[in-house]
């Protein structure tokens, strides 16, 4: 019903606000994301469209959630495109700001630092700064949009885990909500980093989620602690470039020791690289 409404592409922050003085008569939905969007975006964009009157998109390659020699300058930036896909999918507006526009001051900027225990880990440790980033950008969006929801992908389920607490922790009046992990047949889950890949590290990429399932199937049949699953995980990714595979408690997001009992409900994290491109998944045990 709500296709084929009028999309708006915006680019600055005083455009948007005004638009959104207007949106008086429901929810507003918003899906930050960093554009070459994809099937996964895509089941977030639809989720907001769906629950809410109005959908904001947000696709911005964000600076400051980028490390040094990472991918900034390569990340594949496809804007017609990702209007389009929001268009057919009934989004209201595409927010797509130049890095200038979100950060007039380049120098001493004010960042919100998640706490270092939850960045100290996982993603946070070899992508040092990485999450402050993500805080921040999706601070500030959240101060332009003031959205009644925002979507996340479970996909990044750390960074799903830092935005939850610090909605709670900044008492931002925000529903965050979760959306399930989207792949290709072969289990892969969708990256705008696969387009990276080249065939033969395709191919390669399609064993991450084979050994997160098979580490679920291995936890229902009864194995409950670390080492097995590891040694599972290790095997089946053997000569790939493994950063972590870890468990952790979902609520608190601790990492599983060698000599705790794995919970129902704990997230299994796989890190690795192949070549140069960085991959992550997960999955719920
Ligand atoms: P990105 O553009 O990579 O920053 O992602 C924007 C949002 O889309 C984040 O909340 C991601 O977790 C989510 N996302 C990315 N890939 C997927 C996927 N395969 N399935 C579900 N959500 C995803």
Redesign the pocket.
Same mark, same amino acid.
């Given at each position: 019903m709500k296709k084929g409404k009028n999309l708006k592409i915006i680019k600055t922050i005083n455009e948007l606000r005004a638009e959104l003085k207007n949106c008086t008569e429901g929810l507003i939905g918003l899906?930050?994301?960093?554009?070459?969007l +994809?099937?996964? +975006?895509k089941?977030?964009i639809q989720k907001s469209v769906e629950e809410n009157k109005y959908t904001v998109v947000s696709v911005f390659v964000n600076p400051t959630q980028f490390c040094a020699g990472e991918d900034l300058d390569k990340y594949p930036r496809t804007l017609e495109a990702d209007a389009l896909m929001c268009k057919t999918c009934g989004v209201d507006f595409v927010f797509a700001p130049n890095p200038s526009e979100m950060y007039k001051n380049q120098k001493n900027l004010t960042m919100v630092c998640p706490s270092f225990e939850d960045v100290d880990k996982l993603c946070g440790k070899s992508r040092i700064g990485h999450f402050d980033g993500v805080a921040t950008i999706v601070a500030k969006l959240f101060n332009i949009v003031q959205p009644n929801k925002a979507?996340?992908?479970?996909?990044?389920a750390q960074? /799903?885990f830092i935005i939850k607490k610090m909605v709670q922790d900044l008492n931002f009046n925000i529903e965050i909500v979760a959306?399930?992990?989207?792949?290709e047949e072969s289990g892969l889950? /969708?990256?705008?980093r696969n387009s990276y890949l080249s065939e033969d590290e395709h191919r390669q990429a399609e064993k991450i989620s084979l050994a997160l399932r098979k580490v679920k199937e291995m936890f229902e049949n009864g194995i409950n602690n670390i080492m097995p699953l590891t040694d599972m995980v290790f095997a089946i990714l053997d000569g790939m470039e493994i950063e972590y595979f870890e468990i952790v408690d979902t609520e608190t997001f601790e990492i599983y020791e060698k000599t705790d009992i794995i919970k129902t409900g704990s997230t299994a994290l796989i890190a690795l690289r192949i070549g140069t491109t960085r991959l992550i998944d997960n999955i719920e045990l």
């Open positions: 899906v930050p994301t960093m554009g070459a +994809h099937e996964g +975006h089941s977030l979507y996340f992908g479970q996909k990044d960074q /799903l959306c399930p992990i989207v792949r889950a /969708l990256s705008s």
